[in-house]
């Protein structure tokens, strides 16, 4: 059973920077394709990046700059860090994780940002930006 466990959530000053986690068990992390998203209070759920099983990514543009992406295969682990947190950043991050395609011997991730093409998802780590 695949599960995904975030943390490294917290309250934090405007300015601040933060570093979430997402440990994946019952799978490895390069057969998936993985994203985070976040839902601001009383708001949809909002993609922020999308990493192919391959490394690569897609950010949603009002995202690029302040928030970047990375993982370690090894900690079968994804990571989301925030620089220059802003109060609408508040909200619960979440990741989520979808397997990837192979076709002809190439793995395939669609790279979205539509919570809906995602299987699996955390119980999300809320992050609060408040001075």
């Known amino acids: 059973k695949v599960q995904l466990v975030e943390s490294g959530g917290g309250s934090v000053q405007p300015g601040g920077s933060l570093k979430l986690s997402c440990a994946i068990s019952?799978?490895?992390?390069?057969?998936?394709?993985m994203a985070w998203f976040r839902q601001p209070p009383g708001a949809v759920r909002e993609g922020i990046v999308s990493l192919g099983s391959d490394g690569s990514t897609y950010y949603r543009d009002p995202m690029k700059g302040r928030f970047a992406v990375s993982k370690d295969n090894d900690k079968n682990s994804l990571y989301l860090e925030i620089n220059n947190l802003k109060s609408e950043d508040t909200a619960t991050y979440y990741c989520?994780?979808?397997?990837?395609?192979?076709?002809?011997?190439?793995?395939?991730?669609?790279?979205?940002?539509?919570?809906?093409?995602?299987?699996?998802w955390g119980q999300g780590t809320q992050v609060t930006v408040s001075s």
């Open positions: 019952g799978g490895t992390l390069d057969t998936f394709c």
């Open positions: 989520a994780a979808e397997p990837h395609l192979v076709l002809g011997g190439t793995t395939v991730c669609a790279m979205s940002l539509v919570a809906l093409q995602y299987t699996y």
